[in-house]
């Protein structure tokens, strides 16, 4: 049996961070399979900057905000003796379809990517994957071929999650996919109009008028809003 083809990169979703600053379980536990992928790939692709409905954590001696990429990035360094010139940190987005789409135009797109292996937990499996797959099958213009990428995925488990709150966190997923299925999905049919939607009518990303900004609350719930 020949050997398997190796990955360009691999890709870990974002996924939240403790107050702390560092990944959450279930996030670690996408990192620890990045980390095992063998050949290990020329690419570790770490996404999110963060998410609109919470303020990040801070540096305890600098102050500044931690983005989600950065403390993976950590991770992976400290964890797993990752080589720090291998990294390639998402610092735009803040949900799951802008991991997906900063990955295709700021990542995959420039660095010339055609195989990817894409990692994260079983809750979060169905939504990301197809927004993924659907976002890595635009054209770049309308009528025009997808880009020539092939995205593999592998599931981990749902480390360090309670089975209340894996439970509410799945159905919030099954929700977001559902809403993007029958809105975004339905009538964006290529990049051009997902950079149109991502930055002129997604809640995570437009530009809101004062007095809508002034009233938003954070919340947990990344449908809430309108991101997906």
């Known amino acids: 049996m020949p050997p398997p083809l190796p990955y360009d990169a691999v890709v870990v979703p974002g996924g939240g961070l403790t107050p702390s600053g560092d990944p959450h379980p279930w996030v670690a536990a996408r990192l620890d399979a990045a980390a095992a992928v063998t050949p290990r790939p020329p690419h570790f692709l770490l996404l999110s900057r963060g998410t609109p409905h919470r303020p990040p954590p801070t540096h305890p001696r600098l102050g500044t ?33 802008g991991n997906a789409y900063f990955c295709r135009v ?13 990692i994260t937990n079983a ?3 169905p939504r990301c994957r197809a927004l993924f797959e659907w976002v ?36 919030k997923e099954e929700a977001g996919l559902a809403a993007a299925v029958g809105g ?39 449908e809430a ?3 997906y």
């Open 65 to 97: 905000p931690i983005d989600e990429a950065a403390a993976s990035a950590a991770y992976l360094v400290a964890t797993h003796g990752v080589d720090r010139r291998v990294l390639r940190l998402d610092g735009w987005s803040l949900d799951t379809i």
């Open 106 to 118: 700021a990542l995959a797109g420039p660095l010339r990517l055609a195989r990817l292996l894409v």
């Open 123 to 125: 809750f979060h499996a």
């Open 136 to 171: 890595f099958g635009l054209p770049a213009i309308a009528g025009g071929p997808p880009p020539a990428v092939a995205l593999d995925w592998q599931v981990v488990p749902d480390v360090g999650m309670e089975p209340a709150a894996r439970a509410a966190r799945a159905r």
């Open 184 to 222: 975004v999905m339905a009538s964006v049919t290529d990049l051009a109009g997902l950079a149109a939607f991502v930055f002129g009518d997604h809640a995570a990303y437009a530009a809101a008028p004062a007095e809508a900004e002034a009233s938003r609350t954070p919340c947990m719930d990344d």
């Open 225 to 227: 809003r309108g991101t």
